[in-house]
Every structure is written in C-alpha cells, then in structure tokens.
C-alpha cells in the first residue's frame, strides 16, 4: 500500500497523533507536518513543518512513501528517512546520511527549554498539550529565541552521527509531567508491532473480491487509523470519520460505523453505538457532535438509532446481551 498523504492522513488505532502533506495557506507554508488532532474540525492540528537537510544543512526536496506501519522519506539525491507512530502518544524518526529539521510556529505564550541533556520540552498552549523532542542517536541542535512572554520560533534540527551518518530520535505529546522511559525498543521492533496490529484488523475485514483488494485495505487503513482513545468527552474509544477536517464523532455517522464494525468487532461497534448516549442530555436529547474537548448541542441529526440497533442486533448475541444491561439506554431494553 502507497497511499497520498495529501489525501489520507497517516496515523494509527488509538492515537490522536498524524502526519499529513498539507497545501499552502495564508498561515501555513505547504510541506509534511505532523499534528494533534484533539479538540475538533475548527483547525489542522499542525505542529511541527518538517525538512529534510542534507550534509551542509540546506533543505532538499523529497517525496513520501506511505503504508499503515511507516513513512519513508526520499530524496533524489538517495537521502532516507523513516517515520513510525510507535504508540498513541510518540513520533519516531531515523534517518540515514541526513538530517531532520522541525520548525514549530509559536503563538502566545508557547515556548521551549531544555529538558535533559538530550531532551527540549515544547509547550504549546495553541494546541494544549506539550512535546518533548528527543535524540535517541545523533544529534540535536535548537535555535529557541525568547521574546517577553514567549518563544518567537522553534527550531529543532536532529543531526546524523558523524561515524554512522544515523539520526534517530521521538518526539512525544503528554499534558502535565514528561516521563522519561527505562529504555527505548528499536526502531525496527516498533515499525513490527504496528505492522502486526494493523493486519490483525484487516484480517478481520468483511472479505470481497480480488478485484477489490487493494480498495479493501485502504478501506480498513482509514477505519483502522481513525480511531481515537477514550479521554475527556470520549468516554470511549472514538472511530472519527478522517483525521484531516472531519475530527468529530457525528450523532449519524456513529451509526455508520458501529454497522461497519460489528460483524468482525462487535464490542467495538457497540462502544460506536453506546458513545452518544453516554452524553445524552437529561431531555433526551443526545450532541450534534462530540470531539475529546467540548460537544455541540446547537443542531440534530435524523433519528436513525432504533433502526440502526434494529439491524446490528441482527448480527449476532453480543448486541442482544449488550441491550438488555445497558440500564440508562435511551431505547430501554430490546
């Protein structure tokens, strides 16, 4: 799989975190950023502009090479680098012969400062979170210029070793206190476990024809990736319909997709179904919409969920049992 990140985000299951090619805008200049896509569709979510640099420290053109497990990065001068989301909250990156810039835009009041001898903390109150960025080999170069209540810029330039011409190093979102790890698995054995997990949902894929593969599984990448963890108005595992401008949960599509889901991961597709009632209002009304952050109850959508638990009960027992204890369901029992 090769899929376009100016189209499909990269990210992975369980994760707030992507990476995306995205256009020129009045604020932006066009390149690969990762990103946060917590508190909603109103903005990107961009953090840090990436560049590649080769040995004199100039930027150089490359193109990007996506599967579910990895970003491959390559310039036409034989320059590499390989991104993995080795978990929900850390980037990794390695690179080979060249050098890796990150420059993060700062807006009021974010800043950055030296953590630990190989570890600079960026706080970011523009996207309520905080990255630490660390160089796991190699090295690593900040240019942080303090002016009165902030950072003007940060730049962080993650430099190749001189005997092995390797750079590696994470770049790790937390919101209160960093904790440093015991030790860090490899690259290789990150980029694996991804690579298990993701064929693990796909095998579990409703099967179509050999004509239909390749649409399959970008079909079951983008389900896959699109799900966000539990936290703050999620109270449970959140499938959003893209991780570019449609980071919500809907009050319709949730029905969507607790149907796609609920032949081969039937909990799951329960928790897809059962998430907006878990917010319901004492009205009975339930959100427009919901995203880690806030809800919006300014608008509805059809009442389409009694049809819609009518048709995945039908897929099996489990649905059945889940009906009949879940106590303060809107529908009451089946």
């Known amino acids: 799989m090769n899929f376009d990140l100016n189209v499909v985000p990269f990210s992975r299951r369980e994760s707030f975190l992507a990476i995306s ?43 990007a090479i996506a599967c579910p497990e990895l970003i491959r990065l390559e310039s036409t001068g034989g320059l590499k680098a390989e991104i993995c989301i080795s978990d929900h909250r850390t980037f990794r990156i390695r690179t080979k012969g060249c050098g890796i810039r990150l420059t993060f835009r700062t807006a009021a009041y974010d800043y ?34 303090w ?9 962080a330039d993650f430099l190749p070793d001189r005997k092995s011409g390797i750079s590696e190093f994470a770049v790790e979102e937390f919101h209160t206190v960093w ?11 990150a980029v694996k476990q991804v690579k298990e ?6 095998n579990r894929m409703l099967p179509l024809p050999e004509r239909w593969h390749e649409s399959r599984e970008l079909a079951a990448y983008i389900t896959w990736s699109c799900l966000v963890p539990a936290e703050g108005c999620l109270t449970r595992s959140a499938m959003y319909k893209s991780k570019n401008w449609m980071t919500n949960i ?4 949730h029905c969507f997709n607790a149907m796609a889901l609920v032949r081969h991961d ?15 209002d004492e009205s009975g009304l339930i959100p427009d919409f919901i995203n880690n952050k806030y809800e919006l109850w300014n608008c509805n959508k059809p009442p389409i969920h009694g049809w819609t638990l009518s048709w995945m009960m039908c897929a099996g027992a489990y649905l059945e049992r889940s009906v009949h204890t879940a ?3 809107a529908f009451g029992p089946a």
């Open 327 to 329: 106590g303060n369901c």
């Open 147 to 155: 002016d009165k209540i902030k950072s003007s810029y940060v730049i």
């Open 21 to 63: 090619i995205l256009p020129e805008a009045q604020d932006r200049q066009q390149g690969l950023y990762l990103r946060t896509v917590r508190g909603g569709d109103d903005k990107f979510g961009e953090a840090f502009h990436m560049d590649m640099l080769d040995e004199s420290g100039q930027s150089v053109s490359f193109q």
């Open 266 to 280: 039937p909990k799951l597709a329960w928790d897809q179904f059962m998430i907006f009632f878990d917010r319901q």
């Open 112 to 145: 950055a400062y030296q953590a630990a001898s190989s570890s600079w903390e960026v706080n970011s109150f523009t996207h309520e979170c905080r990255f630490m960025l660390t160089a796991l080999g190699g090295d690593l170069r900040m240019e942080v210029p």
């Open 197 to 202: 997990e993701f064929n693990q949902w796909l």
């Open 250 to 253: 809907w009050s319709w599509d």
């Open 179 to 189: 904790e440093p790890r015991a030790a860090w698995e490899s690259f290789d054995d």
